[in-house]
C-alpha cells in the first residue's frame, strides 16, 4: 500500500476528512475517517465509508462527445467556444449561462463565475446551491449584512438545548448527528428538540419532538419571539446595542401570534408541549438552533429562517459557545460557492452584484472587460428563460437538474429545445446529459485537486490520489482551456489550483478592511506547497487569526452599514399548497441515508443499495388501509405537475394525511421516480428556492399483471412493463420490473437473443411465472424471475451462486437457497429416502429393515435398496457389538 | 377365521410378500404349502434388470431362500407346476400327479409376457423378460455380442434393452407408440428419452409396427412394416404381460381378463382367494408392485380374522429404473388437454419436468433426469389438495 492522502468526503455538507490508502495499481483503496479532520475526527458515515465502492472507471464518461461523436478536446472546446460566441453575437450575453454545482471544487467554481461574470458579461450563472442553501444566504444578508454562519459544529456539542428544525440529520448529516449523540450521551441534561413533520430517525434522539402540520413552522417561531417578549425571556442589552427593528418586529409578533394556543393549533401541536418547547428555549442560555431544507425549501423561506435568526437576536445567542442559530448545508461545497459568488445574485468574495462599490472593486481586481449591472436568473428562472428561448446556450456542470429542478418535466422540455446545451461531468449517463449535444468528461473525486468549505465555514482540502481516467480533465482547466478561446487567456493563465486559490484569497482580501465578512488574507500568499499541505481551517484568516476563527458576531458587529443586525418582520404563512379533493395527501421529499443526490456517485455501490433500493412513498397506516394498500404495492404517485410510480410503504412515522417521498431516483435508475416531476416551480419571492417539502398529491394504486426481477451481467433491453427500477452491484444489474400485459418467455428469449446461448427455463402455460437462467458458454449471464407477486430472493446467495456457476439451474432459478437440504446419497428411490435420514433412524433405535421401513418408508415399494439398508444396519451396529 | 390347510399357487412377488404378512402375523395357523413353477426360490422380479445390466448380484436377488421356507414350516413345491384345481374336492393336482388338499387356497400365478402375434415368433432366440430364466438366457446369449432387437419401447422393453447394450450388444428398440413409454410419459419426455438412449447406443425406432422375424431356425433379423430389416440374433419382446388366469378359468372361477376378485381378494368361488396380476377388481388389473402388496396385507388380515377394509384403488406412478436416466411418471396423461402446464427444462444437465395442474391441483407430472421430487409430487397428486405456488412447486421444495 502506498501512503495515506488525507482528503475530504464529497458528499454532504459536514466535509469529513477522510484517509485514502491506495495500492500499487490504484484498482483499490481504502478508506477510514481522518482522526485529525476537526468535522469528524475520525468518523465515517455509511456513505463515506463506501466510497472506495464508488471509484472506477466503469459508467464513467472518458471521453469528449458532440452529438454521438467522440472528438478531441480541441474539437469539443472550439466547437463549445464557438457556439457560445455565435450566441452572444446574435442576442448578447445574457443568452449564455452557467448551471453548476456544489459538487464543484471552490478553484472549479471561482474560475467559472469569474468567466461569466467578468468576461462573458452576463450574471447567468446560478447552481444548484440554489436548491438548497439561497434561503439561508438570504435571511443571513437580511439579518447579518452579510451570508455568515456564526457558529461552529462544536457549539452543537456545547449546547444545553439543541433545537433540530427542519432536518433528518440522523441520515442527512449523520457525522454531525452522531457526534450530537455522544454529547448527549455523556451529558444527558443536554435537551434536544427535533421539530418535523415526520418521526425520522433524527427524532429518536429528543426528548421533544414536534411533529409539526407541514409548513407551519413559520408560526412556531413567530410564536416564540412573542413568547419570549411576553414573557420578558429577551436580551434587552444585546438588542439595543446591536440590533434594530425590534420593537415594531415585537409588536407585530405578539399581534399575530401571540396568542399561543392558536399558535398550537395552527401547528397541529398540544399547548402543553408547545409551552414546554417555549419555556425551554427562554429558559436555556446555551441554545443551538440548527436548520436545514425543511426551512430552506419553502415559499417563505426566508421569513421562517429569519424568524428563527430573530429568536437568537432576541436572546444576544448568537455567535457565542453553544448559543447560536445554525443553517447546516447540503452539499460539500454549498459553501466554498457562496464565497466565490456562484449564485446569480451574487458577485464574488461575498459582494454583491447591485453594490456599484463592489462591482468596480472586483472589476479592478480581475481587470475584468465586461461586468452585468444587474443579477442573473436564478435556477427556476434559468430554465424558464431556456424554455422561453432567452437562454440559448447553457452549460451545466456537475449537476443533474432534469432530476433535481422542481416541475423537473418543463426542465426537461426546456433543455430538449434549447440551442446548445453543453454538459460537464464524471459519470456517462445522466436525465441531463441525455440531452446534451456537448458532453465533456470531468474529472471526480479522488481526481481532484482543491478546496472545499464546509457547514462551519471549514476550508478543506480535497487531494487527488488517482490518475485521471480516459481523457477527463478538472473543471477548473476545462473552464479555463475555454476561456482561452473565447481569448482570456491573460485573466484565465492558471497552471495549477493553487493559483486559482491564492487568487481568490487576494479578491476576499482586495479593499476589504474588515466590512466583508469573507476573507482569506492569511493566505493570499500561500506557495504551492503550503496549499498542498494546508490543514483545514475556518475562514475568516486574516493576518492576526492566521489559525482562523470558530465564531461570528459574539462582539456584536455585524455587517450592515450601520453594524447592527436587523429583525426581519415577517408575517408567518402556510404551505403555498394546500390539498384539496383531487389531491388529498400532502407530499414532503428529502435524503434517504444511504444514497446521494441523483445516485450517480452512490448507485456505484451494492451495499449503498442494500438497505433502499427502490423508489418508494412512505404513508401513515390509516391512509394505506383507506388506499387499500398493502406493504410494497406500486402506486402512482400524481400531482398538478407529473406523476410518478413507487412503491407504497407504512411509516409510523408519518401522519396521517402526510406523505414523503426520496428525491433520489431519476430515469437512469427507474422508469417514473423523479420526485421533482411532481413538485410546483413556487419558490421564496426573495431567495428564488423553491418549495419541495409540501406537495398536495393523490395516490392510486396501479393494476398489474406481474412482477419480476431480472438480473444480468451487462444491461439488457426490458419487456413492455409498467415500472422497472435497476441497481448496478459488482458484477449485475438488478432490475426490478412490473407490468400488466401478458408476459411470454419465448419473447423474452427473444428480445435477450445474441447475449445469451443456453437457456435453462420454467414455462407456465397460464403465463403466470417464468423463470429463466440465461448461459453463455456455460456461465451464468442472466436471470429472470416472473410471477403475480414481487418474486421473493435471497440476494446475496443469488448473486454469489451466479458467481461461483457450482448449482443446477434449478436451485439459481429458485432464487433461495435450499439451506438444510440433505444431500446424502439416495438410497430409496421410491420415497426417496437418503442416507441421512436413514442413519437418524437407526441411531434413533431402528434395528431391522422392517422397522427402518415402518420409519422412513425405505425399502417398502420395491425393496431394491434392502441391500444397502442392511450395509447401513450392518456398518452402524458392528461398533456396538465390539464395545 | 380361517385355518388349518393353505395352498399357495405361484411363488412370485405376490406369494412371497403374502407368506411374509402371514409370517408376521400367525404363521402356525395355517399348514402352508407353496406350489411354484419356477425352480428358484423367491426373489425379485423387479431386480432383473438391474441384474441383467450387472448392477446387482444373483445372491441380491433372493428375497426368501430355501431354508426361509423350512425355518417358517412352509413347504415349498418348486418346479412341479400345479396341473387342475378341484373345487368340489377342494385340492390342487400337480403335473406329477401329486395330490394336495387345501382348506383356504390362494391364486397367484402372476402373468406371462405377452406374445407378439407376427410370423416367426417362434423362431429361435426370440425370447422374452418376464423371468429369472429369460434373464439368464439373455445374459448368456449377450456373451456372443452382435445385434439384439427389443420390441416395445414400455418400461419393460426399455429395460431389456439397456441391460443388453450394458451387456455389450448392438441393442434397436422398436415401438409402435409415437414416443418411447407414450403411456407415461408426454411426447417432450419421450424424445428426450430417445435422445438419452440413442446417446447411449441405443437405436431407437418409433412409429414403427413389427412385420416378422426372419430367419432359418434361429431369427435372423426383424422385418418392420416400413420395409426395414433390422438384423439380429436376438429378440426379445417387450410389450407387457398377460395375466396367467389359465387353470383358473378351468377351474370355472369367474374371469374376464383376468380372476375377479373382490376388495377382500375373494374369488367367485369359496375359500379361493387370488391377488397380484393375475387378479381383476372392479375391472383394474395390476402389473405394479404396490397394490399387490395392499393386496396381499389384505388377504393376509382377512385369513388371520383381522378387521381390513379391503384393497383401495391408487394412482400409481412410473419410475424408469434405467441408472442414470431417471424418468418418473404420475397421473392420467391422457386428458390433460384441459390443464395448465408448467415446465422446467436445463439443457445444460439434460433436465426436464412437467406438471399439469387442474383447478389449482397437481393431476399429473413427468420428470426426466432428475427424478427426485417424483416421490413428492405423486403424494401431492394423491391428495389433491390446492397448490398455493405451482413454480415453487416444479422448482423444487426449499426449506422455510
Known amino acids: ?883 | 377365521m380361517a385355518s388349518g390347510r393353505l395352498v399357495i399357487i405361484g411363488n412370485g412377488m405376490a406369494a412371497t410378500r403374502l407368506l411374509d404378512e402371514l409370517v408376521v402375523r400367525d404363521a402356525r395357523r395355517f399348514a402352508i404349502t407353496v406350489i411354484g413353477e419356477e425352480a428358484a426360490a423367491g426373489y425379485n422380479r423387479i431386480m432383473l434388470s438391474p441384474w441383467l445390466a450387472g448392477e446387482k448380484s444373483r445372491n441380491e436377488l433372493i428375497t426368501h431362500a430355501r431354508d426361509w421356507y423350512e425355518q417358517h414350516g412352509i413347504s415349498l413345491l418348486s418346479g412341479d407346476p400345479a396341473a387342475t384345481i378341484d373345487t368340489d374336492q377342494q385340492c390342487v393336482i400337480t403335473e406329477s400327479g401329486s395330490r394336495i388338499d387345501w382348506d383356504q387356497l390362494v391364486i397367484a400365478t402372476g402373468s406371462r409376457a405377452a406374445i407378439l402375434p407376427i410370423p416367426g415368433n417362434r423362431l429361435g432366440n426370440v425370447l422374452c423378460f418376464r423371468t429369472l430364466d429369460d434373464a439368464q438366457r439373455m445374459q448368456q446369449f449377450s456373451r456372443r455380442g452382435g445385434n439384439a432387437v427389443v420390441i416395445g419401447g414400455g418400461l419393460l422393453g426399455l429395460e431389456a434393452a439397456y441391460g443388453l447394450n450394458r451387456l455389450g450388444m448392438h441393442v434397436s428398440v422398436v415401438h409402435n407408440g409415437d414416443w418411447l413409454m407414450n403411456r407415461q410419459l408426454d411426447e417432450e419426455a419421450g424424445s428426450r428419452l430417445a435422445e438419452s438412449l440413442r446417446q447411449r447406443g441405443i437405436s431407437v425406432h418409433v412409429g414403427c409396427n413389427s412385420e416378422a422375424f426372419v430367419g432359418n431356425g434361429n431369427v435372423e433379423g426383424l422385418q418392420l412394416a416400413d420395409g426395414t430389416l433390422l438384423p439380429c440374433s436376438l429378440a426379445v419382446i417387450g410389450i407387457g404381460i398377460t395375466p396367467e388366469v389359465s387353470l383358473a378359468r378351468a377351474a370355472g372361477l369367474q374371469c374376464e381378463r383376468a380372476i375377479i376378485t373382490d376388495p377382500l381378494m375373494r374369488t367367485s368361488v369359496e375359500n379361493i382367494s387370488a391377488l397380484g396380476e393375475c387378479c381383476q377388481i372392479s375391472g383394474e388389473l395390476f402389473g405394479m408392485i404396490a397394490p399387490i402388496y395392499q393386496q396381499a396385507r389384505v388377504l393376509a388380515r382377512r385369513l388371520c380374522g383381522e378387521e381390513t377394509e379391503g384393497y383401495q384403488s391408487e394412482v400409481l406412478p412410473t419410475r424408469l429404473k434405467v441408472s442414470g436416466i431417471d424418468v418418473f411418471s404420475a397421473g392420467n396423461l391422457r386428458e390433460l388437454d384441459d390443464c395448465r402446464t408448467l415446465v422446467w427444462r436445463d439443457p445444460k444437465l439434460g433436465h426436464y419436468k412437467r406438471l399439469w395442474l387442474r383447478d389449482g391441483r397437481l393431476v399429473a407430472t413427468v420428470l426426466f433426469g432428475d427424478a427426485s421430487d417424483g416421490g413428492h409430487y405423486f403424494d401431492l397428486i394423491q391428495q389433491a389438495g390446492r397448490i398455493a405456488d405451482p413454480a415453487a412447486l416444479l422448482l423444487g421444495e426449499v426449506a422455510a
Open chain 1, 1 to 883: 500500500m502506498s501512503a495515506i492522502v488525507r482528503t475530504t468526503c464529497p458528499y454532504c455538507g459536514v466535509g469529513c476528512g477522510v484517509n485514502v490508502q491506495t495500492d500499487s495499481d490504484a484498482n483499490r483503496i481504502q478508506v477510514s475517517g481522518d482522526q485529525q479532520h476537526p468535522a469528524n475526527f475520525g468518523r465515517l458515515c455509511v456513505k463515506g465509508s463506501a466510497l472506495a465502492d464508488t471509484i472506477g472507471t466503469k459508467q464513467r464518461l472518458l471521453y469528449p462527445h458532440i452529438g454521438e461523436q467522440r472528438v478531441s478536446w480541441d474539437l469539443a472546446l472550439d466547437e463549445t467556444a464557438m457556439r457560445m460566441q455565435k450566441v452572444i453575437r446574435e442576442h448578447g450575453p445574457d443568452a449564455v449561462a452557467f448551471y453548476v454545482s456544489g459538487q464543484l471544487l471552490t478553484e472549479d467554481y471561482y474560475v467559472a463565475n469569474k468567466l461569466m461574470k467578468g468576461f462573458i458579461g452576463s450574471a447567468n450563472i446560478d447552481t444548484n446551491s440554489r436548491l438548497c442553501m439561497s434561503t439561508a444566504v438570504a435571511a443571513h444578508k437580511r439579518v447579518f449584512g452579510s451570508d455568515t454562519v456564526p457558529g461552529c459544529y462544536e457549539d452543537l456539542e456545547l449546547a444545553d438545548l439543541l433545537v433540530i428544525t427542519g432536518s433528518n440529520m440522523a441520515w442527512t448529516h449523520p457525522v454531525v448527528y452522531q457526534r450530537i449523540a455522544a454529547a448527549k450521551a455523556e451529558r444527558p441534561s443536554m435537551k434536544i428538540v427535533v421539530i418535523d413533520p415526520r418521526r425520522t430517525a433524527t427524532a429518536e434522539l429528543a426528548d421533544l419532538h414536534l411533529q409539526i402540520t407541514p409548513g407551519s413552522d413559520g408560526y412556531l417561531f413567530d410564536g416564540l419571539l412573542a413568547w419570549l417578549v411576553m414573557n420578558l425571556a429577551i436580551d434587552t442589552d444585546f438588542i439595543l446595542r446591536h440590533t434594530e427593528d425590534f420593537v415594531a418586529t415585537a409588536r407585530s409578533s405578539r399581534r399575530r401570534s401571540g396568542d399561543i394556543l392558536a399558535v398550537a393549533e395552527r401547528c397541529g401541536l398540544d399547548e402543553q408541549t408547545l409551552r414546554t418547547f417555549y419555556r425551554w428555549f427562554a429558559d436555556t442560555e446555551r441554545t443551538v438552533t440548527v436548520f436545514s431544507q425543511g426551512i430552506n425549501q419553502s415559499a417563505s423561506g426566508v421569513d421562517k429562517a429569519a424568524a428563527i435568526l430573530n429568536c437568537h437576536l432576541a436572546t444576544g445567542r448568537i455567535g457565542k459557545p453553544g448559543a447560536t442559530p445554525f443553517s447546516i448545508t447540503g452539499q460539500p461545497n454549498a459553501m466554498g460557492g457562496r464565497e466565490v459568488g456562484g449564485l446569480a445574485n451574487q458577485l464574488a468574495a461575498h459582494m454583491d452584484i447591485d453594490n456599484a462599490e463592489h462591482r468596480d472593486l472586483v472589476r479592478r481586481f480581475w481587470q475584468a472587460p465586461a461586468m452585468p449591472v444587474r443579477t442573473g436568473l436564478k435556477a427556476v428562472n434559468l430554465f424558464d428563460a431556456i424554455a422561453d428561448g432567452k437562454v440559448k446556450f447553457v452549460w451545466i456542470m456537475a449537476t443533474n437538474p432534469v432530476v433535481s429542478m422542481p416541475d423537473a418535466d418543463k426542465v426537461r422540455a426546456a433543455l430538449a429545445q434549447c440551442e446548445t446545451v453543453v454538459v460537464s461531468d464524471c459519470v456517462a449517463d445522466t436525465d441531463t446529459l441525455r440531452l446534451a449535444h456537448i458532453r465533456l468528461p470531468a474529472a471526480g473525486w479522488g481526481e481532484k485537486d482543491g478546496t472545499v468549505t464546509n457547514s462551519e465555514r471549514r476550508i478543506s482540502r480535497q487531494r487527488a490520489f488517482l490518475p485521471l481516467p480516459g481523457e477527463a480533465l478538472p473543471d477548473w482547466k476545462i473552464i479555463t482551456d475555454l476561456a482561452h478561446r473565447l481569448g482570456y487567456a491573460d485573466a484565465f493563465a492558471y497552471t495549477c489550483p493553487a493559483d486559482i486559490f491564492r487568487e481568490h484569497a487576494g479578491l476576499s482580501a482586495f479593499g476589504n478592511n474588515g466590512s466583508r465578512d469573507f476573507e482569506l488574507s492569511g493566505l493570499t500568499s500561500l506557495s504551492n506547497t503550503d496549499y498542498d499541505s494546508l490543514v483545514p481551517v475556518q475562514w475568516p484568516i486574516r493576518e492576526h487569526s492566521p489559525d482562523g476563527t470558530s465564531r461570528f458576531f459574539g462582539n456584536g458587529h455585524f455587517f450592515t452599514s450601520n453594524r447592527r443586525a436587523r429583525f426581519i418582520d415577517g408575517a408567518p404563512q402556510a404551505a403555498a399548497q394546500q390539498c384539496d379533493a383531487n389531491f388529498p395527501l400532502m407530499l414532503n421529499s428529502g435524503r434517504i441515508r444511504d444514497q446521494w443526490h441523483t445516485m450517480t456517485r452512490t448507485a456505484r455501490s451494492a451495499r449503498l443499495l442494500q438497505h433502499i433500493s427502490e423508489p418508494f412513498i412512505e404513508l401513515h397506516e390509516l391512509d394505506m388501509s383507506a388506499l387499500g394498500l398493502n406493504h410494497g404495492d406500486l402506486v402512482q404517485v400524481r400531482s398538478q405537475h407529473g406523476s410518478c410510480i413507487v412503491r407504497a410503504q407504512e411509516q409510523s412515522g408519518q401522519t396521517p394525511g402526510t406523505a414523503f417521498m426520496p428525491i433520489h431516483w431519476n430515469d437512469v435508475f427507474a422508469s417514473r421516480a423523479r420526485v421533482d416531476s411532481l413538485i410546483a416551480p413556487i419558490c421564496d419571492p426573495i431567495s428564488g428556492q423553491p418549495a419541495f417539502k409540501q406537495t398536495p398529491v393523490s395516490i392510486d394504486r396501479i393494476a398489474l399483471r406481474w412482477h419480476a426481477i431480472l438480473i444480468s451481467r451487462e444491461s439488457l433491453p426490458l419487456p413492455e412493463n409498467r415500472y422497472w427500477c435497476r441497481r448496478p452491484t459488482d458484477n449485475w444489474e438488478i432490475v426490478s420490473l412490473a407490468g400488466d400485459q401478458t408476459a411470454s418467455a419465448a419473447l423474452l428469449k427473444r428480445l435477450w437473443h445474441g447475449r445469451v446461448s443456453d437457456w435453462a427455463e420454467l414455462e407456465d402455460s397460464h403465463g403466470h411465472t417464468i423463470r429463466l437462467v440465461g448461459y453463455r458458454h456455460a456461465v451464468p449471464v442472466c436471470w429472470f424471475a416472473l410471477q403475480p407477486g414481487p418474486p421473493e430472493i435471497d440476494e446475496s446467495w443469488l448473486l454469489e451462486a451466479l458467481d461461483r456457476n457450482d448449482l443446477p439451474a434449478l436451485q439459481l432459478a429458485r432464487g433461495i437457497p435450499s439451506t438444510g437440504a440433505d444431500c446424502s446419497a439416495l438410497i430409496c428411490s421410491c420415497h426417496q429416502v437418503r442416507e441421512a435420514k436413514i442413519l437418524s433412524a437407526i441411531a434413533d433405535g431402528c434395528d431391522s429393515v422392517e422397522s427402518i421401513g415402518s420409519c422412513t418408508r425405505a425399502g417398502t415399494n420395491c425393496g431394491s435398496c434392502i441391500p444397502d439398508l442392511r450395509r447401513l444396519l450392518t456398518a452402524t451396529t458392528v461398533p456396538e457389538a465390539l464395545c
